[in-house]
């Protein structure tokens, strides 16, 4: 075990590691690296799960491991597992390594970060039973304080923070604030200037179309963006922004040809991503690994497809076997686990995370309506439930539940007929097609965002490609994963069509969530793809009104009524709140929230700006009492972006 630094080195500092070992089996190796705290502990937390290692010379080399200690000082043991899953055989060594403080007297201490944007700030400690937290203000006091999490106090050792929310190159002052039983005590003053944006990231502009005005919602001044990679390979930070588009934080792993998703913000300041990093299968490195990243950039937790894989393997998950143990002709019932995808939550009790994996199966000829004779790829997908260990604890597996009666239909083929074909670019890596299959995988459900719903246990996710939301019976780790109902066209609800649309229900939507804690309402992005295509199945071009014709923002009342087993659901109706054309179409993405005020933000997120430029449009509304429709108060245009938050500061998500 070989660290990039010596020790003693000061909380922040990032410190690689590089692992050999040898292997006189098939191997290959993999690699788990954990961390424990000062103090004497000797319970580890995982920070990077098993992951393959190279070969070269009959050594064995881990992938760098980049640990950063940001909490507190002292002697830290870091732990490798190195593991043969060929032959079982397993081994662990373990190295200590001294952290020291920041402020290492009196006064606090401030340091810069690897982000510009982002500062250290270390304070002496206090006593237990209080919290501290930092606030900090731009000098010129031309902007309000903003404040960190507060965090318990945990004498004798410093309290640390990273402090984010600031603007490039502007002056600030910071201070520490104790508080005890109610009673707010302020540290010392100190100042720290953030850095300039670095000119090798490529960072987007953004347009006021429609300046906030006095009914917009000020309180969620923060903007979160989670850009997209764009046709010509080049790679955009996620950014926020405030909302005239000014960039006050951003994360860009900075690697050739890297990627990632950032798919939610969590509380406190930390952010939960999908990146594109090697795993297991040498074939793709697409969306490989579920990374949990703090403020600074720094990798917090990590796990990747080939552990999940073999966990959930030996939970007797036979559709989730590695793509690449599969023949290249594949026989019928193969399945496989490909990568993760759209969307990971951490809103379940305890800590717990879950997140989408791709699931390919091959099913008989003329499945789902092919014609080529052929065995036919179908992808489904499965929900992973992790726990704060992130170990897995529970899976869906749609297949196992596409029996129709009631419970997912594998005959009832996507709703506009989409397939993928290797090499799209609106698809992932496909890995079973071949000889003796169809050469178009089915896109069956193409699944894109998941919601916990605390008053049940259950978990509510959406199907683009089935035009229908799907709530399962997850029971809090006890469900057998039953679908308890199905929202949209041609499924369990009744639309209490009050306005009359011509066409009341959404279609192909995105970031479904249930607001309100799970008290309601319901919320969309209608992208509306099926709605705007020509008849028979939607409204079609050129006879759609133009509002017709737009992506809407939507929020719904839902009633229901379930008692005893998941099919006993009675009283199934949802009521339109609001309904609002965005005045654009989108084709994908998208997002949808409740704001405090009881305004809505949407992100309509592919839109067409001119013949050859393709954005966003972060929008809220403001609805009009006794309608469903609503006025724009706010509208940002800019870089294509998979999907958006609004937030008062980067401390404090939304909860849905």
């Not at 000082?73 to 043969?84: A, L």
């Not at 800019?638 to 998500?653: D, F, I, K």
Request: contains cysteine; hydrophobic residues 35%.
């Amino acid at each position: 075990m070989s660290p990039s630094v010596n020790p003693p080195q000061a909380i922040g500092t990032v410190v690689v590691w590089t692992v050999t070992a040898s292997d006189s089996g098939t191997g290959p190796l993999t690699f788990q690296f954990n961390v424990a705290p000062p103090g004497g502990s000797t319970v580890f937390s995982l920070v990077r799960d098993f992951n393959a290692g190279t070969l070269s010379s009959g050594v064995w080399t881990s992938l760098p491991f980049a640990w950063t200690p940001t909490i507190v000082e002292g002697t830290y043991q870091i732990q490798v597992v190195i593991k043969d899953f060929t032959s079982g055989q397993i081994a662990s060594q373990t190295a200590t390594f001294a952290v020291t403080p920041l402020a290492t007297g009196g006064p606090p201490a401030v340091a810069p970060t690897a982000n510009p944007l982002v500062a250290m700030f270390g304070a002496p400690s206090c006593a237990a039973g209080s919290t501290m937290r930092v606030v900090f203000q731009e000098q010129s006091l031309s902007k309000p304080a903003t404040t960190t999490t507060p965090a318990s106090c945990h004498p004798p050792t410093t309290m640390n923070f990273e402090v984010a929310g600031m603007y490039p190159t502007t002056a600030y002052n910071m201070y520490a604030q104790t508080i005890t039983g109610g009673h707010a005590v302020n540290g010392p003053t100190i100042s720290f200037t953030t850095g300039a944006l670095p000119a090798n990231v490529p960072f987007p502009q953004y347009k006021k179309v429609v300046p906030p005005d006095s009914q917009a919602d000020s309180a969620e001044s923060v903007l979160l963006l989670a850009p997209l990679q764009f046709g010509d390979g080049t790679n955009y930070p996620a950014v926020a922004t405030n909302l005239s588009g000014g960039i006050m934080w951003y994360y860009y792993p900075n690697s050739a040809g890297h990627f990632e998703v950032l798919t939610r913000p969590l509380a406190g300041g930390k952010f939960l991503t999908i990146q594109n990093a090697p795993a297991w299968n040498p074939a793709s490195v697409e969306g490989q690994v579920l990374r949990e990243i703090d403020l600074a950039g720094n990798v917090t937790r990590e796990t990747n497809t080939g552990i999940i894989q073999q966990q959930l393997l030996a939970m007797g998950a036979t559709d989730a076997a590695p793509c690449n143990s599969i023949p290249s002709q594949p026989p019928l019932g193969a399945a496989c686990l490909g990568y993760f995808h759209h969307d990971a939550i951490q809103t379940l009790p305890n800590g717990q995370t879950a997140i989408f994996a791709d699931i390919e199966k091959i099913f008989p000829p003329f499945t789902q309506g092919d014609t080529t004779g052929l065995l036919v790829d179908v992808m489904g997908v499965m929900i992973i439930v992790l726990d704060s260990n992130w170990q897995v604890t529970w899976y869906f597996d749609a297949f196992q539940h596409d029996g129709g009666g009631g419970q997912l239909d594998i005959n009832r083929p996507a709703v506009l007929g989409e397939t993928c074909t290797s090499g799209m670019s609106e698809c992932q890596t496909i890995f079973l097609l071949g000889p003796g299959v169809s050469p178009q995988a089915k896109d069956w459900l193409h699944a894109n965002s998941l919601y916990y719903q605390p008053q049940d246990g259950s978990i509510v996710w959406s199907s683009r490609h089935q035009d229908w939301v799907v709530k399962i019976d997850y029971d809090n780790g006890s469900g057998a994963g039953e679908v308890i109902w199905l929202m949209g066209q041609d499924g369990d609800f009744t639309f209490n069509n009050t306005y009359g649309d011509p066409w009341p229900w959404f279609s192909h939507q995105h970031d479904v969530g249930i607001q309100n804690g799970g008290l309601g309402p319901l919320t969309a992005f209608d992208n509306g793809n099926t709605r705007v295509s020509p008849p028979p199945l939607g409204l079609g071009q050129p006879g759609c009104q133009p509002d017709d014709c737009n992506s809407r923002g939507m929020a719904l009342t839902v009633e229901e009524t379930c008692s005893g087993t998941p099919e006993t659901c009675t009283g199934l109706q949802v009521t339109p709140v609001l309904s609002a054309s965005l005045g654009a179409y989108s084709q994908a993405m998208g997002a949808a929230q409740l704001l405090p005020d009881d305004n809505y933000f949407f992100l309509a997120p592919f839109v067409p700006f001119s013949r050859t430029v393709t954005g966003s449009s972060s929008i809220e509304i403001l609805p009009t009492a006794g309608t469903d429709t609503g006025t724009q108060v706010f509208n940002l245009t800019g870089l294509l972006s998979y999907r958006a938050w609004r937030m008062p500061n980067l401390y404090q998500p939304p909860t849905t």
